[in-house]
């Protein structure tokens, strides 16, 4: 009798056990594990390889295919799925392909009602379909957008021009991305309108100076 008791009072706490648990991770699920892996990159020789693409890819749950089209776009250059590497003709800032990268997934994988991942493409007549397994809601996707300033094919030296800060970087100036380029801003916050002039081009980066109004 002694010995049957103990036994229920063992699977009763290990049933408990397993619903706190169950509990844990239907949360972690939920809101946790979305984490889109760093990008890892690199330039060799003239490309630049992301090292960590199908890692991301299938983070994101979104077809190879699909992501590469997005940041070939996106880079205006060609390139190629090298196993599970992605190669881009041409040398890029790391940053710059960090943020692409972030633009795909806010477009193609964050769901904008609720803000989960938990979403599909699905093509409905023409259109793309952003479908949300967690709302039930789905939007067209977004098209490309305002973020990307007009792709000026060649910026040169010496050029004023207005732009709207997007982003911050790592030592905390402006960033703006534009085409291929990727433009650094001093003392400037995102949103914030700024007249420029651009002092020196390095490749896709672009250094600038506070241009007077
Ligand atoms: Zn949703």
């Given at each position: 009798m002694a010995?049957?008791?103990?036994?229920?009072?063992?699977?009763?706490?290990?049933?408990?056990?397993?619903?706190?648990?169950?509990n844990i991770t239907e949360k972690t699920e939920s809101s946790e594990r979305f984490i889109v892996p760093e990008a890892k990159a690199y330039v060799e020789g003239k490309t630049t390889v992301l090292e960590n693409f199908s890692e991301i890819a299938s983070k994101v749950r979104r077809d190879q295919e699909h992501?590469?089209?997005?940041?070939?776009?996106?880079?205006?250059?060609?390139?190629?799925?090298d196993g599970n590497r992605a190669i881009f003709n041409g040398k890029f800032?790391?940053?710059?392909?960090?943020?692409?990268?972030?633009?795909y997934v806010e477009d193609?994988?964050?769901?904008?009602?609720?803000?989960?991942?938990?979403?599909?493409?699905?093509?409905?007549d023409r259109v793309m379909l952003l479908r949300c397994d967690a709302c039930g809601s789905h939007?067209?996707?977004?098209k490309r957008k305002a973020r990307t300033e007009p792709v000026s094919e060649n910026l040169e030296e010496g050029t004023i021009m207005d732009v709207e800060i997007q982003s911050t970087s790592k030592r905390g100036d402006g960033v703006v991305k534009m085409g291929r380029y990727i433009?650094?801003?001093?003392?400037?916050?995102p949103g914030q309108k700024v007249k420029i002039k651009i002092s020196r081009i390095s490749g896709s980066i672009v250094f600038t100076e506070r241009a007077e109004e």
């Open positions: 010995l049957l008791y103990y036994t229920t009072m063992t699977d009763e706490y290990e049933n408990l056990l397993k619903q706190a648990y169950s992501l590469m089209k997005f940041l070939l776009g996106e880079l205006g250059t060609s390139g190629k799925i800032e790391i940053t710059l392909i960090k943020m692409m990268i972030k633009s193609y994988v964050i769901c904008s009602e609720c803000g989960k991942p938990d979403t599909r493409l699905v093509k409905d939007r067209p996707v977004r433009m650094y801003v001093a003392n400037a916050k």
